[in-house]
């Protein structure tokens, strides 16, 4: 079976696409990733521009490369405590 | 010294983490402590059943413990303590317990004072207001922002 990179929500996007996703991309930048997910969801594109995008627990630039066995995760800016 | 960040998926007893803070603090002279409580109304005035508190599953543990590390750097404290409550938590239950203990008063009240400013807009948490008009994701305020910046 096709492996797929597995994209993970918090907060209002979670709420908006769902709390995990898995695309098939071959690989990609998270800037790519972004353009994808913001298509293929129109009505979560404006907070996914306000989040930070994370790859194994550290933040990754839009600049970062990443692979289908990757996990990514976008974070809303954050409520706080 | 000694700095402890919890994060708590259940019931947070503030009794017991005054206690645990107390058995730490022997030979202090001062304890503070902050206890935040789920509030049963919004800023809109809907009633609130509960808050709900979305959390990463490491980046908000780290979180809680760079605000703590930071606040025990930064003030003369021999003892810091947070412990956060995360998932459903229902109107009127504590939600928060923030301490300090130090050889004179001022430094553990300001070390609270920073630890909850800090937490307030910066703990990793995504967090909702549940009751009988729906959810609503709640948002740091202006105010929670400068209360965080006056720290610089």
Redesign the interface.
């Known amino acids: 079976m096709e492996m797929e990179l597995r994209i993970r929500f918090?907060?209002?996007l979670?709420?908006a696409i769902a709390p995990e996703i898995e695309l098939a991309t071959g690989g990609c930048s998270i800037s790519d990733l972004r353009s994808r997910i913001a298509s293929d969801f129109p009505a979560a594109e404006a907070m996914l521009d306000r989040s930070r995008a994370?790859v194994g627990?550290c933040m990754a630039g839009d600049e970062q490369q990443v692979g289908d066995a990757d996990v990514v995760?976008f974070?809303?800016?954050?409520?706080?405590? | 010294m000694s700095v402890v960040a919890l994060l708590e998926q259940h019931a947070l007893d503030p009794q017991l983490e005054l206690a645990e803070l107390a058995e730490a603090a022997h030979g202090d002279g001062a304890i503070v402590t902050f206890v935040g409580l789920a509030r049963p109304e919004s800023k809109q005035g809907n009633a609130v059943d509960a808050l709900v508190l979305d959390h990463h599953p490491a980046l908000t543990r780290q979180s809680l413990q760079d605000i703590a590390v930071a606040c025990a750097e930064r003030f003369d404290v021999s003892h810091v303590r947070v412990v956060h409550r995360c998932g459903t938590v229902p109107a009127g239950e504590p939600i928060v317990f923030a301490g300090a203990a130090s050889l004179h008063r001022r430094s553990a009240f300001d070390a609270v004072n920073y630890l909850m400013d800090r937490l307030k807009t910066e703990a990793v948490f995504w967090k909702r207001e549940v009751g009988d008009t729906g959810s609503a994701w709640v948002e740091p305020t202006e105010a929670d922002f400068a209360d965080r910046d006056r720290w610089g």
């Open positions: 918090y907060g209002r979670a709420d994370c627990d995760e974070l809303p800016p954050v409520s706080g405590g």
